[in-house]
């Protein structure tokens, strides 16, 4: 206690030295490749993609004494100063950025649905446009960059990435933006996609060493693709395109021609995992386009809907895997992989995890690729006739969309969208959440043909067969539990789900509630409710207690025990 | 593609009944002077001369071309706001119908009638209403009015959804379906098929029970059981692991904790039977059964 006193003394007296500059030093990037416990910095808490973390403090046995640290509610854009607020303590004025003098306006509150880091006691936080830098003590702002936007599809952003001192994150007009992480103030700007093209960007930038891993996405059908840039100077590294380059190159001969290609779509818009031995970056492609009819793009499409590997210092394909060969449902292979280190039929491996949009669950070698498992993670399913011997679920075509309507599980939506899966190495087991619903797909277009990015039909939902958290063992690919997250109307739910070594797993349920469950058993044990869960919680040690950080909406909650 | 849904923070709004926005028939519509929508009007004839073969109205709407700064600004503000779900070109994305060849956008001028949809919303239909000025939303109609209705590669006509046998919808109907075990085409369908002018809408209605989620749905009801013995019913209000409450017939509130085994909980879901249907129904009975239901007008 008294230690606590005098540590809090020193930095009282460091920060009036230096008081407008957030305090810490940055975040050495070999840092990122041991699982860290004191900090959250990278989009998974570590490469693996995981989202499990050893911390201990809480656990089974007292996480009913969890209670509310703080709060914070981040206010995007630039808002007139009312009448009694004036620039100061958590309130610091805004940082203006961006190339045009007028924002186009954009409706509503951000909603903060991706990762937030939290180095060296400082929370970094984003919504499409907007950052902050947040005291994790207390929940204090200390500073706020504000993008003035040329528009494009403000559905989210998957949060920051962090290099030594440096911030990177992407806008949805399509650029990288870098912020010095103690003043807030842009170091640059750089372009990442054409935004004349429809192209979005939403995803967490990945540091990888001397890599910046950046991702975008375009629902008209202009290709998608992955990018290296320098996280020092901006400068591009390497670009790796989601369809083959050309007729004749590996790939292409999944596609009936050029035209069909290079308007292939598969955007890079969900963060990936990387294993620093093997030197691979894994992450998930989306959807090809058009995205509800194939006839102008017969084959398999590579590489759509696909889990690949690259190699992170060139942006080579190592290997890849389709899960949804010849798509026509829009579902992108875009979950976050898992690492795992662990036996599969009785002999250790590299294994990569991925439960996939279109509701089967996949194992594989993530040093070759080589297919191990294939299993459907949820009851509904009722597109596939089958599993080939590739481990590829078969499409039946009669489940296209049609004139009279197709009845498909799962929507466009997928079992499960973004929201990243966790894998608990105690249990054994894989998390995910699901969502069993059913929509009809009507062709609404009479020329298939004309058919682009995502037009030509209709998407009629129905109603969801069930809401659910879903633990499988990967050895059997078994489902070890399934918990029915009940409610009273459709909508809600579905976030992503954290695991710790105080045998507790995280997640929000579909009426609101923040809740931790028993990993063995799916048994609830704790819960608040915040009347939505918009992210998967975090946790970090900070001044020898542990937090569970979560999202709702444009608030930032952590938690702590009340010792 | 980018999809999720966004969470709906619902508030505990006991009476809040979902708004539904009003959307005027197209056949109401006002055209203002000079509007060119239905193309010049046909000269009048004198009595008496042999009829005059009027030419045909333009199929789509003849404009003229507006600003491009003016387009261009809509375009960025639609791109912001609504591209996600109504497609980056306005021919339709994830959930929301193509735009340029909507009815209502057809018969839009200058924003003045997309104007209602924008700021109010369609509840009913998942879209949430925007606080735009309406000279955004002007902005915004004249960058869909610039799209060509045509699309880019000849898109033409419609295409049927009736594809069904009514024949075999009505065997199925009474038969394997079970449908009759609850409706019946004299009684509670009776006229169904002049109800609903839109095809889709009618088999979507009939798969799902009526508009699920939506206003004056049949809604699920509870028997909450105490551990002293005391049963109260009444309309689902919220359930999860942790909470139990219901609307009894007075309109009066009760909330529960779920504590073990109490309070014992039983739902009757009115529609419980159409959701198990769609786990085993087969697309050409789902087009027959529609086909069926077009006949009971």
Request: charged share 20%.
């Amino acid at each position: 206690m008294k230690k606590t006193k005098v540590l809090l003394l020193v930095m009282a007296m460091i920060s009036s030295v230096a008081p407008l500059a957030v305090q810490g030093q940055g975040l050495d990037p070999v840092l990122l490749t041991k699982p860290a416990t004191d900090s959250w910095p990278t989009y998974s808490g570590d490469y693996s993609g995981r989202r499990f973390s050893s911390l201990t403090q809480i656990n089974q046995t007292n996480v009913k004494n969890l209670g509310l640290a703080w709060v914070s509610t981040l206010t995007p854009g630039v808002s007139a100063p009312g009448p009694f607020s004036r620039p100061g303590p958590g309130n610091p004025p805004t940082i203006v950025g961006g190339e045009i003098d007028e924002p186009v306006p954009v409706r509503g509150a951000g909603r903060i649905s991706g990762a937030v880091l939290q180095v060296n006691g400082i929370l970094y936080v984003s919504v499409p446009d907007n950052a902050w830098a947040v005291d994790a003590r207390n929940g204090t702002v200390l500073w706020h960059y504000f993008w003035k936007t040329k528009g494009g599809t403000h559905i989210g952003n998957r949060g920051l990435g962090m290099y030594k001192d440096w911030l990177y994150f992407e806008t949805p007009d399509d650029y990288l933006v870098s912020l010095d992480a103690k003043t807030g103030k842009e170091r640059w700007h750089k372009v990442i996609s054409d935004f004349n093209e429809q192209y979005f960007s939403t995803m967490a930038p990945i540091v990888i060493g001397n890599h910046l891993i950046v991702g975008t996405g375009d629902d008209l059908d202009a290709p998608g693709f992955l990018q290296s840039f320098d996280p020092e100077t901006g400068e591009l590294q390497w670009k790796w395109y989601s369809e083959p380059e050309k007729m004749g190159d590996p790939g292409s001969e999944t596609w009936p021609n050029l035209d069909s290609m290079r308007h292939g779509g598969a955007g890079t818009w969900v963060p990936g995992s990387y294993d620093p031995n093997l030197h691979l970056y894994y992450f998930g492609t989306a959807n090809p386009t058009p995205a509800f009819s194939g006839v102008t793009r017969e084959g398999d499409d590579l590489y759509t809907s696909c889990i690949v590997a690259l190699n992170v210092d060139t942006g080579k394909l190592a290997w890849y895997y389709q899960p949804s060969p010849h798509d026509t449902h829009d579902w992108d292979a875009a979950q976050t992989p898992i690492i795992v280190d662990g036996e599969f039929k009785g002999k250790p491996r590299k294994l990569l995890l991925d439960a996939s949009r279109n509701g089967y669950f996949f194992v594989l070698d993530r040093v070759t690729g080589e297919h191990l498992l294939t299993v459907p993670y949820a009851d509904s399913l009722n597109w596939a006739t089958g599993i080939d011997k590739s481990g590829r679920p078969v499409r039946n075509p009669e489940k296209d969309a049609s004139p009279g309507g197709a009845l498909v599980s799962p929507t466009s939506d997928g079992i499960v969208n973004w929201q990243p899966p966790t894998y608990d190495p105690q249990t054994g087991l894989f998390y995910v959440v699901t969502d069993e619903e059913y929509s009809v797909f009507y062709r609404t277009e009479p020329n298939l043909k004309a058919m682009q990015g995502l037009n030509g039909i209709q998407e009629q939902r129905l109603a969801s067969a069930g809401k659910y958290i879903v633990a499988i063992d990967y050895k059997t690919g078994k489902i070890a539990w399934k918990h029915l997250q009940v409610s009273a109307r459709e909508g809600g739910g579905n976030t992503g789900l954290t695991t710790t070594a105080g045998k507790l797993l995280f997640g929000g349920d579909a009426n609101g509630n923040l809740v931790a469950y028993d990993p063995a058993t799916g048994k609830p044990l704790w819960h608040t409710h915040l009347g939505g869960v918009s992210n998967a919680v975090e946790t970090y040690m900070l001044d020898g207690r542990q937090y569970i950080l979560a999202a709702s909406g444009d608030s930032l909650y952590a938690f702590a025990l009340n010792f | 593609m980018h999809r999720e849904k966004i969470v709906l923070f619902t508030l505990l709004g006991l009476g809040a009944a979902a708004l539904v926005a009003g959307q005027p028939s197209v056949s109401a519509l006002v055209q203002e002077p000079g509007a060119t929508q239905e193309g010049p009007p046909a000269p009048a004839q004198p009595p008496g001369s042999p009829p005059v073969r009027v030419a045909r109205p333009p199929a789509y709407p003849v404009r003229a071309p507006a600003d491009p700064a003016v387009v261009a600004r809509g375009r960025q503000i639609f791109s912001a706001n609504c591209s996600f779900c109504h497609g980056s070109d306005a021919r339709g994305g994830e959930g929301g119908p193509n735009l340029v060849r909507s009815e209502l956008v057809m018969n839009d001028n200058a924003g003045e009638m997309i104007a209602t949809v924008v700021q109010n919303g369609r509840p009913d239909k998942g879209m949430p209403k925007f606080d735009l000025s309406t000279e955004q939303i002007a902005s915004i109609a004249m960058f869909i009015h610039s799209m060509p209705v045509g699309g880019r590669a000849a898109t033409t006509g419609t295409v049927d959804p009736l594809v069904g046998d009514a024949k075999a919808g009505e065997a199925y109907f009474n038969g394997a379906g079970k449908c009759a075990t609850c409706h019946s085409a004299s009684g509670d369908l009776a006229g169904i098929g002049a109800k609903y002018t839109d095809v889709r809408a009618l088999q979507g209605a009939m798969l799902s029970g009526e508009s699920r989620g939506e206003s004056g749905v049949p809604t699920k009801t509870v028997t909450v059981t105490l551990r002293n013995g005391q049963t109260v019913e009444g309309k689902l209000y919220q359930i999860d692991d942790f909470i139990v409450s219901l609307m009894d017939a007075n309109g009066n509130y009760h909330s529960y904790p779920r504590e073990g085994a109490y309070p014992k909980i039983v739902i009757k879901d009115p529609l419980q039977p159409h959701l198990d249907m769609l786990r085993t129904l087969k697309d050409d009975d789902i087009h027959n059964l529609t086909a069926y239901l077009v006949t009971l007008k």
